[in-house]
């Protein structure tokens, strides 16, 4: 095979071409021999792609090869409706064809990118690389691939030419317009829906009227039903209610899924009761099953506790309930043990001696599922007129279940509002019936329904453990380092991943687990129903795949590997060349240490997440032609980047939160792609300031990276120059930098006022006392919403009452007045603390911070008096730590009629006394649900009114 330059083409010999032909047209009439006798459904364009893929192999332009990859794009989802088993796993190697595609690019872009380092940059050089050895040898490589590939295509489009007639084809009846409204996040996730059958709750309110009765005795409850009946939302929603909290000392909730051994449930158990202390029992890494055992029912044993054991799958041997016996003992304090199961008899296999009470969570009844469909299809309590009965019908189809039903909801709330297209939707539904797995129709429908972008951001929870919540950020970086995201005009990759994120939300496919206190989602996960399609999907297309201690091996193709605790020589069984994302979660140092020595092999990896890995450092001279994306070394032990890290100019996230690095190498500033900069760790220490962040020394030439958007956190050291280059980082949403010295103020001030975009500023002085001189930003970033300020301010900068979308501020040892306090009733903010940030003996709230939900007060040594007039009207949680000369309640907080939580951190022993029974001040707080008080130590006791 012969290289034409001029016309950029590949030409194949007259008897090439006949050899090749005759060999295709067998292959082609043993497909047809192959053909099954039914039809199937085939979008139109799927040939058209295939003919314009193999067009654009035959001419494709060296020098830009984004046509060939923007087709193979388009067929990486064929959207198959329906089919003989068979006749779909031919339209499956339609998206392998592509993905191989891929594969074979981004070989010849790491020939290419090889050869140009070594001889230069220019025309004349780039003439030189393109003719080097390496890439003439990968040309002739890529034209034998290209042949294969156009055959494997020719047979294909004979394959769906005659499975499919496309000539008086309609279009596919599950083709709906797909439409992503601005409405805000919807929060009636099914933690917020709870239960709305009347028999659910009664249910909740029996419930809690057995964790509540004087029994003194340890109680065991267990919720039984079937899969996605809502057992684990009833559970939560009665296990976060404030009410409930008050009356435990201790809390845990974990989810056991298929733990398998006692060693596996007492460890996450542990794990979950000591969150509540400062911090794990030492040696808890080497005890065994007993000790663990030992060491939870020694701690638990003077606290009333609330544990939650939410979804056994399977009956536990005698040996777990004899260590769960040890482990939550009765201790005479009214304790109690909730366990939510499908197992019809788990509540009768409970070795503990009291009571215990089994309740049958059953599916919803046709009013309360109409109910609930509509809540979330048409946020109304019912359906348009119009759309009733066919409405109804797809009630039907979700059997009551509330999975299925705010699923389906979520999913309807996308379509237009019209009967064919909803009909279409029931007639799909009926034929989704009884397949793959045995699941509902519904779960398959609502994964087919997703366009093909949001399919991949839904199977890349199959990387994550069942009982892992993926954090809103890191997904985000994940999905956009994958290639998932597409660019859409005026905004940047994060906020359509933002909008992704939040459509997989409303469609109820991924659950929101946690929030933050101003309403952005933390943290989301996937229904176990939901996770065995996407296990499923995830095999069927080598898309990815869990790795845990148990497998043996894999499928030679699957492209993204996480491995869970693996063993140490799982990965010399693993085709490195396919694979393109590896987590190594749990690793050991063995099977860290065999990766790295072998990073070579992996060409076209574009995600490592190394963290928590037992390493202490990266190889010295990293390979050349590493495309990474994403590289996580988080929490490892490294303490220093190699200077090879330059090399990595494709990389998009760096993150290397808790590591030891204090300086970045100046290679830094070559990573022109990198748009997330996570560099910091935490001092935590028993005394004041408590905690605060440790950044890292940037390089010169910082200023060049211009699609950063968060850099956290910095040194700010005049000497490089970082404080100046920092405004040319327009782009930037999150910046956090630390040690600024007064006389920065107004350098900083003068960087910070070009970033239009930034949404989180956090700016600390050198030592406590230094001067914090903000004063001169002007204007002032506008998006922002979170400010975080820790040093001398005396009085708050101006520019602070200009920020319209603030919603959380922190001010740490900022001495201010009471005038600077008032100053600021009038900001929206949700949260608020003042930490070591007043010196006065009064604090009064007179008037005004009418969104604030959080106040917390922090070591304000002098204060003697606090009160409230007309302030807070909407506060719900207040936290009032080491003010050890307040003695009283604060005044007026009697008027906080949604105050539901006190948290009272080393306060002195008077206004503790006067909110017991009988005290002085018990009147004040009596409509408060939960009043909790931790002493010096941070061991908590609680008061229940």
Known sequence: MARNHKEGMLLTSPKEKSRSKRKEEGTMSEMVRQLPQRRLEVPGDVIALLAKEQEVLRRMPWGNMEPVRSVSAALRDPGITNGAADAKKWLQQVTEISRDVDDMLDRLEEARSSSS???????????????????????????????????????????????????????????????????????????????????????????????????????????????????????????????????????????????????????????????????????????????????????????????????????????????????????????????????????RQCRWPSAVHIFHHSPLGPQDSMLLFCRKAFLSDEAPS???????????????????????????????????????????????????LNLPGVLWFSYKDLPSHLKACFLYFVLFPRTYCAKRTALIRLWIAEGFVQKEAGKTLEDTAEEYLKELINRNLVQATDYYDYGKVKSCSIHDMFREIIIHKSGEENFGTLVTRDDERIGANVRRLSMINAKEDFLSDVRASNARTLFMLGASSASTSSFLSSISDYKLLRVLDLEGAPI???????????????????????????????????????????????????????????????????????????????????????????????????????????????????????????????SDGPRLCSSVSNMTELLSLSASSITLDEPLDLHSLSPAPQKLERLYLRGQLLKLPSWIFSLRNIVRIRLRRSKLSKDAVKEMQSLPVIELALIQAYDGKTLHFSEGFSRLQILEIDHLTDLEHMSFGEAMPN??????????????????????????????????????????????????????????????????SSIIL
């Open 117 to 347: 380092s070594s001889h230069g940059s220019g025309r004349v050089y780039g003439l030189l690389s393109i003719l080097s050895p390496n890439v003439l040898l990968a040309h002739r490589r890529m034209a034998k691939q290209v042949k294969h590939i156009n055959s494997r295509i020719d047979a294909m489009k004979l394959r769906l030419s005659l499975l499919a007639n496309l000539d008086d084809r309609e279009s596919p009846a599950n083709s709906t317009r797909y439409r992503m409204d601005d409405r805000q996040l919807d929060r009636l996730s099914l933690e917020q829906v709870e239960v709305l059958g009347v028999d659910s709750r009664h249910r909740r309110e029996t419930i809690k009227g057995t964790l509540s009765d004087e029994t003194v005795a340890l109680k065991a409850i267990s919720v039984v039903g079937r899969a996605g009946v809502g057992k684990t939302t009833l559970v939560r929603s009665i296990f976060n209610e404030p009410l409930v909290r008050g009356w435990f000392r201790c809390h845990a909730w974990v989810t056991v899924g298929a733990a398998s051994s006692a060693a596996d449930l007492l460890k996450r158990i542990m794990l979950q009761v000591f969150l509540e202390r400062p911090e794990m029992p030492a040696n808890a890494d080497s005890m065994d099953v007993r000790q663990m055992a030992d060491t939870v029912g020694r701690y638990l044993m003077d606290k009333a506790y609330l544990v939650v054991l939410d979804d056994v799958w399977s009956s536990w041997s005698s040996e777990i309930w004899d260590y769960l016996g040890v482990a939550l003992p009765d201790n005479g304090l009214k304790s109690r043990i909730i366990l939510s199961s499908r197992v019809p008899d788990i509540g």
């Open 386 to 436: 119009e759309l009733k009965v066919v409405a109804k019908e797809i009630v039907g189809e979700c059997h009551g279940l509330p999975l299925l039903l705010v699923a389906m909801g979520g999913l309807m709330s996308t379509k237009e509002q019209a009967v064919p297209t909803w009909q279409g939707v029931v007639d799909e539904l009926r034929r989704t019936k009884d397949i793959q």
């Open 616 to 742: 202490d450092r990266l190889p010295e001279e990293l390979p050349d032609g590493l495309y990474w994306r994403y590289l996580s070394l988080r929490n490892t032990r490294i303490s220093k980047l190699p200077k090879s890290v330059k090399k990595l100019t494709h990389l998009q996230t760096l993150d290397l939160k808790g590591t030891y690095i204090s300086k970045l190498p100046s290679g830094i500033s070559r990573l022109q792609n990198i748009r997330h900069l996570l560099a910091y760790r935490y001092y935590i220490g028993r005394h004041p300031p408590y905690y605060y962040a440790l950044g890292v020394t940037l390089p010169r030439g910082i200023g060049q990276l211009r699609e950063l958007q968060k850099l956290t956190y910095v040194e700010a050291t005049q000497e490089n120059g970082t404080l100046a280059e920092l405004g040319n980082l327009k782009q930037l949403k999150r910046l956090g930098i630390v040690n600024l010295r007064e």
């Open 875 to 940: 506060i719900q949680k207040m936290s009032i730590r080491s003010c050890g000369m307040l003695n009283s309640i604060p005044d007026g907080v009697e008027g906080l009629k949604h105050l539901k939580e006190i948290h009272l951190f080393a306060m002195p022993e008077a206004m503790v006394s006067s909110l017991k029974e009988g005290g002085a001040d018990e009147h004040k707080v009596e409509h408060i649900p939960v009043i909790r008080v931790y002493n010096e130590h941070r061991d908590i």
